[in-house]
């Protein structure tokens, strides 16, 4: 004969002990009350460059914001609270109490860092929104290239624009054929935002070969300028 | 993170292990001075990392020809014996030496290799099935922990529980404890049925290092009476479905019995002791099915759960009448009797042929037993001293919500003087062809049991009397 409880519990509800207050998570509309970033934000970043992915938290409640890398198997906890945790020492977090951010800073970033990454806060359950990170190649591109014929006498100007950077490069070199472009007489480098504008004046053959534009993290460019005599190129 | 230090050397006084032992202790004396705790990792400078992985590649090796000794800005190369590592670093790849002369002149030669040995988990995490409400405790052991740290996470609420001996989460229920920075402890109290899924632990390597463990939370059945049957008035010959439905985990499965362990009837060819499912179906129901069901939940975690439904089985009553003709002297007494079925249980009285009922007196004594089951009724009606006018026509009547019968029995006057003063059921009498026989009492076969059910045997039994008594006339 079976056992039953038949006065015990025939009757009874079973509800769970501690009503949980949940709070919800965010909606795909990113509408949400304690972060003021929206969900699904997209950022981008250079290689090599820096690459910040924001987080602005409003209501807390003594709770701690972390940052975890989604997109790979099993997901990596990258830092907790102010301080990083793991050991790659590329990421830390920036944080100033009135502006309320916790944003998530990758420095020498790589394509490998491409991907999805969580700015959760510790409520029970989880608070949590996601920020994507595209990782680009700054290349560098100068105008007229490959091949440029100047005048002798004339001005030689390049322009070099960077093109897919997420920063303004440190620094921007030039070179003519192997040797760099340095304070050279004649010379004058300018640089504007994501251009350098190399200007030569009274351009002569000893002017003429390959320069380079070699901007900090990008890809290079290259122009083979030609100066042409006073009687080269009158024959057309 | 721990490192360990072997030397290996052709031309010095002492063996190859004694000089390891002898380093080995040295490091670790200079390393304590240095920082009060154990010996800890630093952290690296690059450009010295730099310089020096130059040197060496992935080990380091300090060739007593090659290793630079780091005073200050001024780097020289020497041949004085061997340096010594004070401090090594938190990140495998990157170390920092600082680099004094070492006294002991015995270590003069050879190569010390020195490898960096990376946190390891020792053992995999078990899993645990646990029943709601208990508490719980993963274990995740690691070595050569060093400065790093072990966090636990739950991975598909993707939510951070603790990071070394602090607790993120704002969940309550979760606490941390280590052995020794050996064995890290995740500890759930008052588990829920939201707690369960995989629980990550995770070393902050720079490739992060990482184990699973399963938690499964199995939760005692429950039935819930919202989705379920409750006591049900049925009529005869309706169908009726009886459901339970229960909640738990692993899923409960569900099977009935009557409250009396007697046999379920599923349809006219199938009866069973007990019926599994979540409901049970009754086609075509008669009275015999009336009674107590019980629904039972059980997956395996106690404690198991039941459910009691009553079902009533109504119908209109039943008479049957076992003497229809009933003879008996004047001034004897004599019983009537009558067999009622009704449910709910139905009015019974007596009456003569004009319908008046017939009220308790001296003369007249009725009464009326409840058998079993109780949807049975015996009445008998006592008539004392007969007189001429108790003969003639009794109505035995049964009424009920559901319909009314009623049945007539006639009292005649029979000459004979017998002791009779009650007719006695259950005797057979025969026909004498003297017709000393004082009543037709041709019996049930079975008594008054209708469990039988069958109606047609106790038929012609009236017939019977009917026919002999018109043969008499």
Same mark, same amino acid.
């Given at each position: 004969?079976?056992?039953?409880?038949?006065?015990?519990?025939?009757?009874?509800?079973?509800?769970?002990?501690?009503?949980?207050?949940?709070?919800?998570?965010?909606?795909?509309?990113?509408?949400?009350?304690?972060?003021?970033?929206?969900?699904?934000?997209?950022?981008?970043?250079?290689? =090599?460059?820096?690459?910040?992915?924001?987080?602005?938290?409003?209501?807390?409640?003594? =709770?701690?914001?972390?940052?975890?890398?989604?997109?790979?198997?099993?997901?990596?906890?990258?830092?907790?609270?102010?301080?990083?945790?793991?050991?790659?020492?590329?990421?830390?977090?920036?944080?100033?109490?009135?502006?309320?951010?916790?944003?998530?800073?990758?420095?020498?970033?790589?394509?490998?860092?491409?991907?999805?990454?969580?700015?959760?806060?510790?409520?029970?359950?989880?608070?949590?929104?996601?920020?994507?990170?595209?990782?680009?190649?700054?290349?560098?591109?100068?105008?007229?290239?490959?091949?440029?014929?100047?005048?002798?006498?004339?001005?030689?100007?390049?322009?070099?624009?960077?093109?897919?950077?997420?920063?303004?490069?440190?620094?921007?070199?030039?070179?003519?054929?192997?040797?760099?472009?340095?304070?050279?007489?004649?010379?004058?480098?300018?640089?504007?935002?994501?251009?350098?504008?190399?200007?030569?004046?009274?351009?002569?053959?000893?002017?003429?070969?390959?320069?380079?534009?070699?901007?900090?993290?990008?890809?290079?460019?290259?122009?083979?300028?030609?100066?042409?005599?006073?009687?080269?190129?009158?024959?057309? | 993170?721990?490192?360990?230090?072997?030397?290996?050397?052709?031309?010095?006084?002492?063996?190859?292990?004694?000089?390891?032992?002898?380093?080995?202790?040295?490091?670790?004396?200079?390393?304590?001075?240095?920082?009060?705790?154990?010996?800890?990792?630093?952290?690296?400078?690059?450009?010295?990392?730099?310089?020096?992985?130059?040197?060496?590649?992935?080990?380091?090796?300090?060739?007593?020809?090659?290793?630079?000794?780091?005073?200050?800005?001024?780097?020289?190369?020497?041949?004085?014996?061997?340096?010594?590592? %004070?401090?090594?670093?938190?990140?495998?790849?990157?170390?920092? %030496?600082?680099?004094?002369?070492?006294?002991?002149?015995? %270590?003069?030669?050879?190569?010390?290799?020195?490898?960096?040995?990376?946190?390891?988990?020792?053992?995999?995490?078990?899993?645990?099935?646990?029943?709601?409400?208990?508490?719980?405790?993963?274990?995740?052991?690691?070595?050569?922990?060093?400065?790093?740290?072990?966090?636990?996470?739950?991975?598909?609420?993707?939510?951070?529980?603790?990071?070394?001996?602090?607790?993120?989460?704002?969940?309550?229920?979760?606490?941390?404890?280590?052995?020794?920075?050996?064995?890290?402890?995740?500890?759930?109290?008052?588990?829920?049925?939201?707690?369960?899924?995989?629980?990550?632990?995770?070393?902050?390597?720079?490739?992060?290092?990482?184990?699973?463990?399963?938690?499964?939370?199995?939760?005692?059945?429950?039935?819930? *009476?919202?989705?379920?049957?409750?006591?049900?008035?049925?009529?005869?010959?309706?169908?009726?479905?009886?459901?339970?439905?229960?909640?738990?985990?692993?899923?409960?499965?569900?099977?009935?019995?009557?409250?009396?362990?007697?046999?379920?009837?599923?349809?006219?060819?199938?009866?069973?002791?007990?019926?599994?499912?979540?409901?049970?179906?009754?086609?075509?129901?008669?009275?015999?099915?009336?009674?107590?069901?019980?629904?039972?939940?059980?997956?395996?975690?106690?404690?198991?759960?039941?459910?009691?439904?009553?079902?009533?089985? *109504?119908?209109?009553?039943?008479?049957?009448?076992?003497?229809?003709?009933?003879?008996?002297?004047?001034?004897?007494?004599?019983?009537?009797?009558?067999?009622?079925?009704?449910?709910?249980?139905?009015?019974?009285?007596?009456?003569?042929?004009?319908?008046?009922?017939?009220?308790?007196?001296?003369?007249?004594?009725?009464?009326?037993?409840?058998?079993?089951?109780?949807?049975?009724?015996?009445?008998?009606?006592?008539?004392?001293?007969?007189? %001429?006018?108790?003969?003639?026509?009794?109505?035995?009547?049964?009424?009920?919500?559901?319909?009314?019968? *009623?049945?007539?029995?006639?009292?005649?006057?029979?000459?004979?003087?017998?002791?009779?003063?009650?007719? *006695?059921?259950?005797?057979?009498?025969?026909?004498?062809?003297?017709?000393?026989?004082?009543?037709?009492?041709?019996?049930?076969?079975?008594?008054?049991?209708?469990?039988?059910?069958?109606?047609?045997?106790?038929?012609?039994?009236?017939?019977?009397?009917?026919?002999?008594?018109?043969?008499?006339?």
């Amino acid at each position: 004969m079976v056992k039953l409880s038949r006065d015990k519990r025939a009757y009874e509800t079973h509800r769970s002990k501690d009503n949980v207050v949940k709070v919800p998570s965010i909606s795909s509309s990113g509408r949400s009350s304690v972060f003021a970033t929206a969900n699904s934000t997209s950022v981008a970043a250079q290689i =090599g460059g820096t690459a910040k992915l924001p987080c602005i938290v409003r209501k807390f409640n003594n =709770g701690v914001v972390s940052w975890i890398r989604k997109d790979v198997t099993p997901p990596t906890i990258l830092t907790i609270g102010l301080g990083p945790y793991i050991a790659d020492d590329r990421f830390m977090v920036e944080h100033a109490r009135h502006l309320q951010n916790w944003d998530l800073v990758i420095k020498h970033v790589r394509p490998s860092d491409a991907g999805l990454y969580e700015c959760q806060v510790s409520t029970h359950p989880a608070t949590s929104i996601f920020i994507e990170l595209r990782v680009t190649e700054a290349s560098a591109e100068i105008i007229g290239a490959p091949d440029l014929h100047v005048r002798a006498g004339s001005t030689l100007r390049l322009v070099c624009t960077i093109l897919h950077s997420t920063e303004t490069p440190l620094y921007v070199f030039w070179y003519h054929d192997q040797r760099m472009i340095n304070h050279d007489a004649g010379v004058k480098v300018t640089i504007d935002r994501s251009t350098s504008v190399l200007q030569l004046q009274d351009a002569d053959t000893t002017h003429s070969g390959n320069y380079t534009c070699d901007p900090a993290n990008a890809v290079p460019a290259y122009i083979n300028v030609h100066v042409l005599n006073a009687t080269e190129g009158n024959d057309s | 993170m721990g490192f360990s230090i072997y030397g290996d050397d052709d031309s010095s006084s002492l063996t190859a292990a004694g000089r390891r032992r002898l380093l080995k202790k040295n490091l670790e004396a200079e390393v304590a001075m240095d920082n009060p705790e154990r010996p800890r990792l630093r952290n690296l400078y690059r450009e010295v990392w730099l310089e020096i992985m130059a040197i060496v590649g992935t080990d380091l090796l300090f060739r007593r020809t090659r290793v630079q000794r780091l005073t200050g800005d001024k780097q020289t190369e020497t041949e004085d014996p061997p340096f010594y590592v %004070l401090g090594v670093m938190e990140h495998p790849e990157v170390v920092k %030496l600082i680099i004094r002369q070492f006294a002991v002149a015995s %270590l003069h030669s050879g190569e010390i290799h020195m490898v960096v040995e990376e946190p390891e988990f020792t053992d995999i995490i078990e899993n645990i099935t646990v029943a709601a409400g208990r508490n719980v405790k993963f274990a995740c052991s690691v070595k050569n922990l060093g400065t790093y740290k072990v966090a636990w996470m739950h991975f598909e609420q993707s939510a951070i529980l603790t990071v070394h001996n602090h607790v993120i989460t704002r969940n309550p229920r979760i606490s941390v404890t280590h052995d020794k920075h050996r064995t890290w402890f995740l500890h759930i109290s008052n588990v829920q049925e939201e707690d369960k899924g995989r629980y990550m632990c995770q070393i902050n390597t720079v490739t992060a290092k990482t184990q699973f463990g399963y938690l499964h939370v199995v939760v005692p059945p429950n039935i819930d *009476d919202s989705l379920s049957s409750s006591d049900v008035i049925v009529r005869e010959g309706a169908n009726e479905t009886l459901t339970c439905k229960a909640t738990g985990s692993p899923q409960p499965s569900v099977k009935w019995k009557r409250d009396d362990n007697s046999k379920i009837t599923i349809n006219k060819t199938l009866t069973v002791s007990e019926w599994e499912g979540e409901t049970l179906e009754l086609t075509r129901i008669s009275r015999l099915d009336m009674g107590a069901y019980l629904c039972i939940a059980s997956n395996g975690v106690p404690p198991t759960v039941s459910k009691r439904i009553k079902v009533s089985v *109504d119908f209109p009553p039943m008479l049957w009448i076992p003497h229809q003709l009933v003879g008996a002297p004047l001034a004897y007494s004599v019983t009537l009797e009558c067999f009622t079925e009704a449910h709910p249980s139905s009015l019974n009285y007596w009456t003569r042929e004009d319908g008046q009922m017939i009220h308790e007196s001296r003369k007249y004594h009725a009464e009326n037993t409840i058998g079993t089951p109780a949807y049975k009724t015996h009445m008998r009606l006592t008539i004392n001293n007969i007189q %001429l006018n108790d003969y003639g026509t009794y109505k035995c009547v049964a009424k009920n919500p559901r319909g009314e019968t *009623d049945g007539t029995i006639r009292l005649y006057s029979s000459k004979y003087q017998s002791n009779l003063n009650e007719i *006695d059921k259950s005797e057979q009498k025969s026909t004498d062809g003297e017709g000393k026989s004082v009543s037709y009492g041709h019996i049930v076969p079975n008594g008054v049991d209708s469990s039988s059910g069958n109606l047609n045997c106790q038929l012609s039994l009236w017939i019977l009397p009917i026919i002999l008594f018109n043969a008499l006339r």
